[in-house]
């Protein structure tokens, strides 16, 4: 168990690295879109993070329900707005503002709470 727990969990943060790092790639650029970074982070941190909670409920380990819970909330939000405008040429401002302070939120309630 401790090894699987510790590459989901690996996965899991690269998954989140890689949709940040596709958002942030994006700040000075005049016109935004959903880039395939994004695409796949999200995509990678989500499946991952389902693993790993189905992982801690096998195990030993105490799952804090509450956090799983508004980091799963968060995280579809996520995903489904990065599929929504996936084909998109650009997407608006306020869109991809939500996209980081979402993804910055949920990095929070994993190191925060």
Do not use: C, S
């Not at 969990?9 to 989140?16: A, C, D, E, F, N």
């Not at 939500?98 to 309630?109: C, E, I, K, M, Y």
């Amino acid at each position: 168990m401790d090894v699987a727990h510790v590459v989901l969990l690996v996965l899991h943060v690269v998954g989140i690295v890689a949709l940040l790092a596709g958002i942030l790639v994006q700040v000075r650029r005049p016109e935004r879109r959903v880039n395939g970074l994004m695409r796949d982070g999200i995509g990678m941190a989500f499946v991952a993070g389902l693993f790993l909670v189905g992982v801690l409920e096998a195990g030993d380990d105490q799952v804090d329900h509450t956090k799983i819970a508004v980091k799963f909330g968060i995280g579809l939000v996520i995903l489904v707005l990065v599929m929504a405008n996936l084909r998109k040429p650009r997407i608006p401002d306020g869109l991809y503002w939500g996209l980081l302070v979402l993804t910055l939120a949920n990095v929070g309630v994993a190191v925060l709470v």
